[in-house]
């Protein structure tokens, strides 16, 4: 589907947010987002990772707010805008997880020859993270489950782990605290049995070629969103305490653990 924006609109990019009335949300922060910027803005959403990465890569969109893990492997095609602050600090965690009422798995390893659910192939702890902890113990990420399948959404790994239509699966541990605060019946569906090490969060970056006066524009109206009252509020729907322009070294973990599943 072609992005076709009016003359002068800033084009951002995302992928479903797990708001359920995300339609008004967005609305609302496109226009605080047109009244800072001063010109007209256009969200762009796409059902995956790799398509809102291919319209950035291709210039046809100017933001994005993607993963750490395609970030780590385009960086040298993008530019660091912004990171999110989630509970004060830019970080968060994948979270293995398995239905509440499965006593008996507990671990990775656990779940050998079972059915698992994995939210987006360009996704940090919701494809790669697994990957990589599996390599760690041993095991080919390929051979180890009897199948597993893409959700495309993080929301819906919880909800095919939380319904059994999967015996485990990876998402993101800021999706599934605030899923936990917003819908908790679908988290109590659910059981963590591992937690990642802090991983930077999924950041907004900006084509390369963008001009830097719309680069810091843009980076400034995020910074700025604590001090606003309908940012704050923006923010507080999203369950983030703001943003930080961040730097590069926050992903070199998730970097190095791309790497390893690359090797092996």
């Known amino acids: 589907m072609p992005v076709r924006a009016e003359p002068g ?10 708001l359920d009335d995300q339609m008004s949300f967005l609305t609302r922060w496109r226009v605080w987002l047109e009244r800072r910027l001063k010109r007209p803005v256009m969200f762009v959403q796409r059902g995956s990772y790799r398509e809102v990465l291919d319209l950035i890569r291709g210039g046809k969109i100017d933001f994005a707010w993607i993963c750490g893990y395609p970030y780590v492997r385009y960086r040298h095609e993008l530019r660091l805008v912004a990171v999110p602050l989630w509970r004060g600090r830019p970080y968060y965690q994948s979270y293995l997880i398995v239905p509440a009422d ?3 798995s507990n671990a990775l390893t656990d779940l050998r020859g079972k059915v698992f659910a994995y939210s987006d192939p360009d996704s940090n702890s919701g494809y790669l993270y697994p990957q990589y902890r599996l390599t760690t113990l041993g095991e080919n990420p390929a051979t180890f489950f009897s199948r597993n399948f893409f959700t495309w959404g993080h929301r819906k790994v919880v909800e ?12 993101d541990g800021y999706v599934w605290e605030t899923l936990a605060e917003t819908h908790p019946a679908l988290t109590r569906a659910t059981r963590i049995i591992e937690r990642s090490p802090d991983l930077g969060h999924p950041p907004f970056a900006a084509r390369p070629d963008i001009p830097e006066q719309e680069l810091q524009q843009f980076r400034a109206a995020l910074l700025g969103m604590p001090a606003d009252a309908e940012g704050a509020e923006l923010l507080r729907l999203l369950r983030l305490d703001g943003f930080v322009a961040g730097q590069p070294s926050l992903f070199d973990e998730i970097a190095r653990m791309a790497a390893r599943v690359r090797r092996a």
Do not use: Q, W
């Open 160 to 171: 095919a782990v939380g319904v059994g239509l999967s015996d485990g699966g990876a998402v």
């Open 9 to 18: 609109a800033l084009r951002i990019g995302l992928t479903p947010v797990f």
């Open 102 to 104: 499965d006593r008996k």
